[in-house]
């Protein structure tokens, strides 16, 4: 347990977009915090090299400094803002901040997914802690509904929408029918994507946010390099459309999982039924839905990005951090990565479930008959099957689409199942695969 | 602030339903507990005086006792659980818990809403602390996103679907077409409604949740008595379906606002927009959006009621409170209603808003004429207006519908004008008027 509680002084390190919304907020809401937290929070430094970004906030330039080993010298500073972003300068930070004994809080999800639970243990070693409720969800407070408010749980599952960037270029493709490279445009000249978008649309950042989530729920140490990822980046708006005319919504869904055999974790593109309250969750915000064996389902909604929500979360954890709560649980709580074993994570052929299937195929007779039989041959029945009208009759050279939903099957059976209809002549192309996501029962305790 | 950590030996005051269910977590989960959250919570004493219940859960008899005086003598039991419900004995109950300088863990919103301030008082002079995540939402953790997650935020609003009774009804009012009485039948026969539903349907159970929710969200102390509250009791299939008509969801509302001139809170039937995520809430579940200057717009969705989901939020604050965290936040934080004076609460009056009217006319020529020249006089525009053509023609006796909506208004002079509508001989009875909730702007700073 550590025995000390941290100074209420921040230093914010990196003034990008949620360390300058950190340090204007702290600034700005110095009274209203102290009022409600009771506790006298403030920002002591912004530690950077460049301080344009931090002017144009007004940001007292009395708190610019450069100098690190000044900054985690001084002993007002309990608590560090990590908000450097990326792997090497950040986790050079961290330890060096952890190391003098401060307090970390970070929103860095790729630092945590990667070395997790090598800060964890130095922070152990230094008596000291960190936080990074703002690394998942941005200002949803999820975190602390795995550490805090379901404690009590043995959690089953968790289900995510936790990239903004992604939910707002599938709803453009859904409700207003655009291409997915038009989409990303418009998303980028409204500030939703990075100009290089490829960690958001890749599903990387939400690999990052799901093995931190999962590690938390099940209290075991997850290898992000062991899950599955498809991003958004190739998904098909005809897709979006079919599974649409079927009652479903495309997301890009993280999903982790207790099995019998082990835990899967997993970030693809889905097909959600709209009865399904992950199937409403729009634009830019983020939600994640948790089951426990005696809450049942619960789901939290908000913003998941930019930088007022993320620094609402990150100044959270400064306040917890201030009042020794969040020391208290990373010294007590079972759940951290470095206090738990590697664990077992299925491959994605392991999974059972309900798909969709999309073939391009050129209009000949037989072709369903040949398809099926295949599927039927790798233990795959058919529960619907859909072939739009050629567009123009009579035109036998082009390849049209088919559609195919299957009763719940093992992937890896459909996998074998696609590999031999791909080599079909008739098949144009490789056919698409989508996991459907039914609504998962609660089986309450 | 406290200076000791209560013992992690539990009594639970009361078995029934939520005492029980919250025993039987306690005793089949303790191995779970404490491998997730480091502390040895054991379940010490269920204290009753008919163990009927008890023994069928299979709950251990050691700890069955009628006499409460031993139990608070006891130094091993840290932590009470107020399960009694209603207001005198539980009240009775709860101070004496305190005054023994246990720490109390309720889900009694009655006794909150009543006697909150003064409850708060007593564990205060006695140097321990209370804990109710369980009695706002059932096993959502919302009181911890007020007290925690979301303390760098000035709350703005909230609005909750707060009781799973009502909102059953009304799904099966909206979705099936049932008459009030015939869903209330099913509610009771489904376990969802007591056999006196009278304080859920009347509103009373949603004005205590929100009257200690908005005490927590504003820092403020609000009287229930002043709250408005109308039921679903009164509530018209013939609404319902108008509302949806054009758009919108009836939902018992509970709404906790902040405006220029003081806080309005009130309980009653609103009609939100299809687009509005609390439109989406369906069934027995309930969910609170909350709305913070830094964090914008975040909700919480899950099982506001049953055994199950209500223990976890009670074993979520046994868990707190043996950590030292909740004695920590109850001792820290300036948001609880006994730090705060008594706050101005704006009548529902002071509402601007937009309104649905639907009048019982007599089918004679002039009648919009005349009710919207009434309504032009006192300042209010008509957005919509909507006639059924009656059902058969000719039957000249018979009052028929007319639906009309506002543009934005203040409520009181709406009520104004109604009162005129309301005498005129063309209009059969009384108008039925309600709110119409759209999505609130988040002013995101």
Redesign the interface.
């Known amino acids: 347990m550590n025995s000390t509680i941290p100074a209420p002084g921040v230093a914010v390190l990196g003034c990008g977009t949620v360390g300058g919304a950190t340090a204007q907020?702290l600034y700005?809401?110095e009274a209203?915090?102290q009022?409600?937290?009771?506790?006298p929070v403030r920002l002591k430094y912004i530690v950077d090299l460049d301080f344009s970004h931090a002017r144009s906030l007004g940001l007292p330039e009395s708190t610019f400094t450069s100098d690190l080993n000044a900054v985690l010298a001084d002993p007002e500073v309990g608590i560090v803002v990590e908000t450097v972003g990326g792997l090497t300068t950040a986790k050079d930070f961290f330890e060096k901040a952890l190391k003098a004994g401060k307090h970390v809080v970070t929103a860095n999800k790729a630092l945590l997914a990667h070395h997790g639970p090598e800060l964890m243990a130095v922070a152990r070693e230094n008596g000291t802690a960190l936080s990074f409720?703002a690394s998942c969800g941005g200002?949803?407070?999820v975190i602390?509904?795995l550490t805090?408010?379901?404690?009590?749980?043995?959690i089953d599952a968790l289900y995510g929408i936790l990239n903004g960037t992604c939910n707002f270029i599938l709803t453009e493709m859904a409700e207003k029918g655009k291409q997915y490279e038009d989409a990303l445009a418009d998303a980028q000249a409204d500030g939703l994507a990075e100009a290089d978008p490829t960690l958001d649309v890749s599903g990387m950042d939400t690999a990052h946010k799901i093995t931190i989530m999962a590690s938390l729920a099940f209290?075991r140490r997850f290898d992000l390099e062991s899950v599955p990822v498809e991003g958004i980046d190739t998904l098909d708006l005809m897709d979006v459309k079919f599974g649409a005319e079927l009652g479903y919504v495309a997301k890009l869904l993280a999903v982790a999982e207790r099995k019998s055999d082990g835990f899967s974790l997993r970030v693809r593109p889905a097909f959600i039924s709209t009865e399904h309250?992950l199937a409403?969750i729009r634009g830019p915000f983020n939600a994640a839905s948790i089951y426990?064996h005696?809450?049942?389902?619960?789901?939290?909604?908000?913003?998941g990005a930019?930088g007022?929500?993320t620094?609402?979360?990150v100044?959270?954890d400064?306040?917890?951090a201030a009042?020794?709560?969040d020391g208290?649980?990373f010294h007590?709580?079972?759940?951290y990565q470095d206090r738990n074993k590697p664990e077992k994570q299925l491959p994605a052929g392991a999974i059972t479930g309900r798909y969709y299937i999309r073939a391009m195929v050129f209009d000949r007779p037989g072709v369903l008959g040949t398809i099926s039989s295949i599927l039927g041959n790798h233990n795959i029945s058919i529960s619907s099957f859909l072939q739009k009208e050629p567009p123009e009759a009579g035109d036998g050279g082009r390849s049209l689409p088919i559609v195919i939903t299957t009763h719940k099957t093992r992937e890896e059976d459909l996998n074998g199942a696609l590999e031999e209809v791909n080599k079909l002549e008739i098949v144009d192309g490789s056919c698409t695969m989508i996991n459907i996501v039914d609504e998962r029962p609660e089986n309450?305790?």
Do not use: C, F, K
């Not at 009022?35 to 506790?39: A, D, K, V």
């Not at 805090?148 to 043995?154: M, P």
């Not at 007590?332 to 759940?335: C, H, I, K, R």
């Open positions: 907020l700005s809401d209203l915090i009022e409600r937290s009771g506790i409720e200002g949803i407070p602390r509904a805090d408010g379901l404690l009590a749980n043995r209290g309250p409403w426990g005696r809450v049942g389902h619960t789901m939290y909604y908000g913003r930019g007022s929500p620094a609402s979360a100044a959270a400064i306040i917890s009042h020794g709560i208290t649980r007590t709580l079972g759940l309450l305790s």
